[in-house]
């Protein structure tokens, strides 16, 4: 019979992230890296998923830009998307109330990342700080460039991630931003990055309302579709 992957949760300590694997049974499996880019593959053996199982990281872990994971061979691959060499130590843990068994990968971070990570944080703050000190929204494209066909940029991860990279530091700085259509570009839409200052929501709204009011992009139908 197979183990089931009940869940999986992610924890923050002070020098690890840890990868809680909640299963039926005691489990067999493999754990390594990868590079180009960063990740840690966790394969658990004659394994398969819970119904329904939803794989989501929180946003804030340290260097972790996202959790995945699918069936492979006869088990479940679980794939932690990383921003660095992660260390990663693993072992098991058997049934405790309330817990039932449980596989443990535990990932530490690179000697003297964390505080280099933490003062690259503070730095990006500051620079959106003076940013709001002039100007009460930042308005941008959302991606460097506009969609692209699904599928196209499977073979090349480093590509896909750098689609993001407008949106990045308004993640780590922690401020709030929004993505409205705002164009076509060869028949494909493009999007329009709006950031506010803390708790400043509202006017990021009532930006985009009225952005929506004068123009009908939102209304537009990418071509072939």
Known sequence: MANIIKS?????????????????????????????????????????PATGLSLNSSKDLTFVTGLRGANRDNGYRIVVDAGVAFDPKSFTLKPIT????????????PKGSVKKAQL??????????????????????????????????????VEMYLEDVYTIAVNLAGLPGMSIPCGLVSKKPVGMQIIGNYLEEPAMLQVAHQF??????HKAVPGNF
Do not use: M
Request: proline share 7%; glycine share 4%; charged share 25%.
């Open 8 to 48: 999986v949760r992610t924890h923050e300590a002070p020098d690890y992230i840890r990868v809680v694997v909640d299963t039926s049974k005691a489990s067999k499996y493999s754990i390594f890296a990868l590079e180009n880019p960063h990740r840690i593959v966790i394969d658990v053996k004659e394994a398969k």
């Open 98 to 109: 309330p817990y039932g068994h449980r596989l443990v990968a535990d990932l530490y971070f």
């Open 212 to 217: 929506q009011n004068v123009t009908d992009w």
């Open 120 to 157: 690259a944080k503070e730095l990006i703050i500051q620079d959106f700080q003076t940013a709001f000190s002039d100007v009460d929204l930042i308005i941008g494209p959302t991606c460097p460039s506009p969609a692209f066909q699904h599928g196209t940029k499977s073979d090349n991860p």
